[in-house]
């Protein structure tokens, strides 16, 4: 009955004020309740620059790195000297790169996670911010980003990915002001973070190549009070095709052991994360770590990429699926992941 006195320009009015009341009403429905935890998904939606070659999705690949017995990297093994089975069965390999020292070199994305918790030395501070000169001069010449992340009762991004190696020394002297005292070491939050930070900054490939991912952790061996277990985080650097290398400084060594005993296996190195990653845990037990982190930077940087096409039935059944490489007898092989997730058609 109030219609019918209405103007045109009051039912105009009201209709809109309906519609506008009706979104709203729709958009506070669709509001997701606040998170809790952090979210499982690890790629972002947004689109690679369109420089980027993609790489194929239905393309399974895995770093592998090839060490003698003196720990020493070889980079001389061709395709025919590898071996990848998937569920235990072998597969034709379709694609194989490997870093050489002369030429065209594979682009590297490394982020250095820094443990500031306050247990760790001003002296072990000054050491390691020429160790990490030592890592960037030993890369001098390649196609390498850098960015630097400090964690202990929080996780802070200290130097987004650069391409200039002077940078990281800013960022280390930032961090000689960022000590954190506490009872909270978040180092697995930190590796979680330094994944995303790679997959949403450091594309799968680069001037037309595979690029290699890497996270090197510098800690004194106790995670504590993380929001993220080290399962979920081996499974999100698997997804992402990440490697984790550790580094355990003397802080934490000298206060369980004497002389030349071996370390005893600290947390970070019980829960797998870097072994499971194709990555490697190490103590640094001498005075100058410059020759350390040199060899990590040759490690990190001589990796081969095997890759290969599931087979159909395989290929898109969002299931969890083995990974093993085999290569030359009296080498040893560690490669980026042991698993992987097909993705599933919709």
Known sequence: MLLRFCTPRTLTRLTLACVILLLAVICLAQTPAPQTQRPRKVYPDEQEPAEVVRFDTDLVSVDVTATDQDGRPVRTLQQNNFKVFLD?????????????REGETRPLAVV????????????????LRMALQSFSNQLAGKSVMYAVM???????????????????DEAMERISRD?????????YDAVDDAIRLLVRHAPRTRERRLMRRAVLVVTDGFPVGDTVAPETVIERANAADVSVFVVTLPSYSRAFISGDQTPLPTPLDVSGLAEMTGG????????????LFRSLAEEVSSAYVLAFYPPEVKRRDGQLHTL??????????????????????Q
């Open 150 to 168: 400090s964690f202990g009762m929080r996780v802070k991004t200290l130097q987004n990915f650069t391409t200039e190696p002077t940078k990281l």
């Open 280 to 291: 490697r845990n190490v103590y640094a037990n001498e005075r100058d770590y410059g020759p």
């Open 112 to 127: 250095f996670t820094l443990d500031v918790s306050g247990s760790m030395t001003g002296e072990e501070m000054n050491r």
């Open 88 to 100: 235990g069965t072998e597969q034709p390999i379709s694609f194989f790169q490997v870093e050489r």
């Open 324 to 345: 093993r490489v085999e290569g030359p007898a009296g080498l040893k092989l560690r490669q980026s992941r042991t698993e992987y997730r097909a993705p599933k058609n």
């Open 179 to 187: 000590a954190q005292n506490g009872l909270s070491t978040h180092a």
